[in-house]
C-alpha cells in the first residue's frame, strides 16, 4: 500500500461550500464512505508512526546506556588511587532538599547531547528517565569510590606495618621505649582508617605481628632468653586467651591493653598465637609442644 503523507491523510471530506448530495444517494454514501476510510488510513499510518518512534527511542536508550558505561569504565581506570572525585566526575552532585542538579558531571552532558537523537513525540519520557538514571549509577559509582578508599587505606596501612615491624625486628628487644613508640604509632594510624570493620581487623594483626617482630629481635640477641620467654605458658588478660584478642577490645581502645610504662618481654609477647610460638621456637632452634 502507498504510502500517504499524514498531513493529507488526516484531512476528511471538505464539508463546506461544496455540492451536497441527497444523504440515501449512492454518491452521497460513496462520499461518506470515502472520508471514513481516509480517516481510517491516517490513524494506521499515527499508530504506525507512534510504534516506530517508540522503537527508535528504545534503541536510542540501550546506546546511551553503553556510552554511560564506558564513560564509567573510564573514570575508574583514570581516578586517582584512593578514588577520591570519582563520583563527582561522573554524576556531579545533587541537592538532596531540591533534588536539583548543583554540580553537573559527565553524565549530563551524555544524556543532555542524546536528547536531540529521540524522536519528538517520544522525548519528554525519554527526559523524565535522567533522574532514574543518575540515582542508579551515583549509587554504582558511589560504591566504586568506596570500595577503592578500602583498598587504598588497606594497602599503606600495609606499608607502614611492614616498616614498623622491620624496624622492631631490627631493634634492640630491651629498648621498650622504642618499642612502644613503634605501637603507639601504629595504633595511631590503625585509629584514622575509615572502616570499623577493618580498624577493628587491624588492630588485631597488629598486635600479633608486633609480637612476632618483638620474638625475632629477641632471637637475634639471645636465643636462650627468646626460647625462655616463648616456651612461656602467656599470661591471661582481659578480653584474651592465649593470645587470642576479643573484637571489642580493639574497637574501644587499641592501645589500652600495654599501659606506658616499659612491659616486661613476656607481656609484650602475649599476643603470640601458638602457632607463631611454635615457629618462632623453632627458628631459635629448639623444639616447643603446643598445649
Known sequence: MATIPLQLAQRRLDTGSVVSYPSGSPVGAAMQ????????????????????DAFDAEVIGRELNGQIAQAENEA???????????????????DPRTNGVVMPGLFDKIFDSTVPKVPESERAN???????????GSTRMAAQQYARRQDYEQTEWSKAQDSYTSAIAQSDPDD??????????????????????ARQAAGTAW??????????????????????LLGAEPKATDGAINGETTGAEVGTDPSAKYPNSPAS??????????DDRVALARLAGVSVTQN
Open 126 to 136: 525519554f527526559i523524565r528517565k535522567k533522574e532514574v538514571l543518575r540515582l542508579a
Open 176 to 197: 621498650t621505649a622504642a618499642f612502644e613508640a613503634i605501637r603507639q604509632s601504629g595504633f595511631d594510624f590503625i585509629a584514622k582508617m575509615g572502616n570499623p570493620v
Open 265 to 274: 618481654g613476656e607481656d609484650r609477647l602475649a599476643d603470640l598465637r601458638p
Open 76 to 94: 575508574a581506570q583514570h581516578a586517582p588511587a584512593d578514588g577520591r572525585g570519582l563520583h563527582d566526575s561522573m554524576y556531579g552532585q545533587v
Open 207 to 228: 598486635r600479633s605481628n608486633m609480637a612476632k617482630a618483638l620474638a625475632q629481635a629477641m632471637i637475634a640477641k639471645d636465643p636462650g632468653r627468646a626460647v625462655e
Open 33 to 52: 464512505g470515502f472520508g471514513d476510510e481516509l480517516s481510517a488510513v491516517a490513524e494506521r499510518f499515527r499508530q504506525q508512526k507512534q510504534q516506530q
